[in-house]
Every structure is written in structure tokens, then in C-alpha cells.
DNA sequence: CATTTGGACGGTACTCAGTTCCACGCCAGG
DNA sequence: CCTGGCGTGGAACTGAGTACCGTCCAAATG
């Protein structure tokens, strides 16, 4: 209505948002001054944007659907391949963002509202992890529950690792260093398989007449495969 | 004033608050709803508790401190020794509030907006971790940051584990079973040995023309030595 | 005893986020 | 023409949180 060949008012909205708490900070700008510069309706805003904070994080509930998908229809070796896969859809979507992204951690860095309803979403993703990781082993042993939590705070951890490694622009191959995180946390898990006394480290010896290089293939598909290692 | 006897004006407020978040939850309980119950007027409220969710969570900053405080005088071997070792003061906090630990969950399970508000606090403590043990490990190699960020999720997720289990009431014996995850989570970090460039998984391939059994005891005698392994 | 001072409390008025409801204009298709 | 959606604007309301001030009480001080 106001200006007819202006973008989308949604659109609109989040600039003038965005742009403001640049310019005077967060909690220094009431949602009246974002409808004004965007030339909008009070009522627009709360109809785009659920409240102030979400102007912020806009898509995190579709993220969490699209890694819903993406888990349902996995069909990996191991769990924690499969989480480890889903979650850099998580970081793309980041990447995608670009310069937007970098200017919302400048705010969450700031704003510690914003910090917290940030690792909210994060938590729910984890959750989602955890309650897949647990599905796919039964939770057959006593301490499954925790390993799988511990597998899910692993995969969360590594990529917000990476995540704001990129963020404040340390980082010039994040997928790359992705997944090298995610080898170490797969590491980490299949490595030892501890067992139920505590002091764990099996070990497996055998004897080939082959070279090292022409095993290395094989040893890394059984590592992948691990399962519950009784 | 209203009535002299009464226990001190700020337990009224909390126990006027959760008592009527019981009643009606938490949404539909105004502050003056409490402040009416509890007999005092509404700026009381706001001095005592900072907002309407500080009445749940009393005394997350001053437990901070706390572990802020054990972290410093800790003269562990290892950082990771450390922060499971202060993270039991988490715990006994939890535990020596007793019933009042368990309302304060099953309010956090029903309400959204508190689920959040906790799940920011533990986010604080895990920080304090990675902090912890990112000092006390120099940011020396590469990847160092990343696995200091994984041990602190780790500790972090065993803990809030043992603790859901024991406010679940399915534990008896929760500093137990504390101790036994904090002992998963350093075996955990312990084991493998990550080599320094990244990749995690050292796998040593070697030909011999003894049996196996013959080579055993002295496999286990190097991994009974085991150590940095660089 | 009278006075002062400081702290705890109550009350009022305000800002702002978020909700609800309604009214207006615009653009189909009948 | 009018009719029924649909996006929008606007007004009024609720409730959290803040700022400020007045009051009461109690202990300290003369």
C-alpha cells in the first residue's frame, strides 16, 4: 500500500529491524520504531513475525523439520553417521545466510536475550538427535540413555564449534572442517567401547599378508560399523 | 504488616508463586495473582525476584560462583578431572532442595518459556567448563578449542542425565551414578589418544610372523602404558 | 524523649511486548 | 453491481517489568 513496488512487507520488516539494532541496539528499539521505518502496520509485524526475538531467528522450525526428514529417511550404518549427516544441513543453511548470519551473531554476542533464545534452538536440535539416537539403539543396556546423550551433545558441540569458528570468519572451509569434527566425534565413540566396568579398550590383533595401504579401506568401514560392541 | 508471624516476605512470595502455578500454571498466573496471595504489595515481588520465571530458579548465579570458585582453588591433574568434580556441586544443590527441585521440573516440562530459561542456565555452567579447560590446556594445536568444547558438552549432558533420572525418580542413588558417567566421560576422552592434525583414530597395522597369542601380553603391557602416545 | 537516618515495603504511573477484534480497501468471480 | 475472501491498518486491552516516590518501622543518636 504505501509504496507499491517496494519488496514484500515482510521482508521490508526484517531490514528495518535489522538495521535498527544496528543502529541503536536491541533492547533500544520497541517494535513501534520497526513498523515505522518499514512503513508498515503495528499489526503487520506480530503477523509475520511472531514477536520481536523472531525477527532474529526466522526459520528455525523449518531447519528442524527439513533434519526431521532427513533422519527419517537415513538409512546409514550407525546413528551417529546418520546425526553427523544431518547436521550439516544445519550448518549449509547457515552458509546460505552469509552476511545475514554473521550480523545475527554480532547480536546474539551482544544481546544476551537473544544468546539465550539461540541456544534454546540449538537444544532442540540436540534433543531431536538424542531421541533418534536412542530409537535407533533400543535402550536395551543400562547407560545407552546416557551414551546417546552424550552422542547428541557431541554432534551439537562440534558443529557450533565449527559454526562460529565461521562465524567470526576463522574458518575458510567450514563443510571441510565439519566433517573433520565429525571423524573426531565418531572417533571418540567407537574407539574405546567401553565396557560395563569402566576401564574399557579392546583390541583386535590379526595378522595379513597384505600391505597397510591396502587395508586401510576395510579398517575404516569396520570402525564406521562399530554397533554395540558387547 | 499483614501478619507478623509469618516467615519472611520473599519464601511467601515463592511459595504464594508456586503454589498457584500448580493450581492454574504458570501462564494464566499473573504476578498480581501472587502478590495477592502472598499478602505483600507488587513492588515486593520485583525487588526480591528480577522477573516472574526468577521465582523458579532462585539461585542459578550464586551456584555460578560456586563452581567458579571450586574451578579456581582445584589442584587436579587434569582439567577434565576438574569439572567433574565441580559438577557435583550441581548436583548437591539439586539434591539437597529436594522436593522443591522436583516441582520446579514439572513445571519446566509443561512450560516452554522455562524449559528455555533452564536449559540457558546449564548453558552458562558448560561454558565456565570450556573456559575451564580451554585455559588450562593452552590453545596450542588446532582442534585443541574443539575438544575442550566436547568435554564440557559431555560433562554437561552426563550431569543434566543423572539428574533428570533422579527428579524422574527413576535413581537411588544419584552421586553414584554421577560418578559412574563422570568415569564414562573420561574414559571417553582418554582412550584414543587423537593424533594432533586432526583425524582422531590412530590405527597401528603391523605384520608379525608370531600367533597371536604370543604377542598378547606385550600388547597389553603397552596399553597399560598407554599415556600422551603422541 | 525527640529526632534523625536507613532500610523494607506499598502504591502509582509509565513503557512496551503481545493479543484480540474490528474495520477498511482491494481484487477476484458471479 | 455486489459479494466474499484476503491482506492490511488501527484501536483497545492484558500483563510484565521499570522508575519514582511516599510511608512506616526500628535502631541509632542527641
Known amino acids: 500500500m504505501t509504496s507499491r ?14 538495521s535498527l539494532f544496528d543502529e541503536r541496539g536491541y533492547d533500544q528499539t520497541t517494535v513501534d520504531d520497526i513498523v515505522e521505518r518499514a512503513g508498515v502496520g503495528r499489526s503487520t509485524f506480530f503477523r509475520y513475525y511472531g514477536s520481536k526475538e523472531a525477527v532474529v531467528f526466522p526459520d528455525h ?11 527419517a529417511t537415513s538409512s546409514d550404518a550407525t546413528a551417529l553417521v ?13 552458509l546460505e545466510e552469509g552476511e545475514i548470519a554473521r550480523r545475527r551473531y554480532a547480536l546474539t ?8 533464545r539461540e541456544i534454546a534452538s540449538v537444544a532442540r536440535y540436540q534433543r531431536l ?3 533418534f539416537i536412542t530409537a535407533w539403539m533400543g535402550d536395551e543396556a543400562p547407560g545407552a540413555a546416557l551414551r546417546a546423550e552424550l552422542m ?7 558443529h557450533n564449534h ?10 575458510q572451509d567450514p563443510l571441510a572442517e565439519l566433517d573433520a569434527a565429525m571423524q573426531e566425534v565418531i572417533a571418540l565413540f567407537t574407539a574405546p567401547a567401553p565396557t560395563a566396568d569402566g576401564a574399557g579398550t579392546t583390541v ?4 595379513s599378508s597384505q600391505p597397510l595401504d591396502a587395508l586401510l579401506p576395510a579398517l575404516r568401514r569396520l570402525l564406521a560399523e562399530d554397533g554395540p560392541a558387547k
Chains 1, 2 share one sequence.
Do not use: N
Open 82 to 94: 546418520a546425526v553427523s549427516d544431518a547436521v550439516r544441513l544445519v550448518l549449509l543453511h547457515y
Open 204 to 207: 583386535v590383533a590379526f595378522q
Open 129 to 131: 538427535f538424542r531421541e
Open 152 to 158: 547428541a551433545a557431541a554432534v551439537a558441540s562440534a
Open 5 to 18: 513496488s517496494a519488496p514484500p512487507a515482510r521482508d521490508r520488516l526484517a531490514d528495518a529491524a535489522l
Open 162 to 171: 565449527v559454526l562460529r569458528r565461521w562465524l567470526r570468519g576463522e574458518c
Open 61 to 71: 522450525d523449518g531447519l528442524l523439520d527439513a533434519i526431521r526428514a532427513r533422519l
Open 109 to 116: 554476542s551482544k544481546v544476551s536475550a537473544l544468546r539465550d
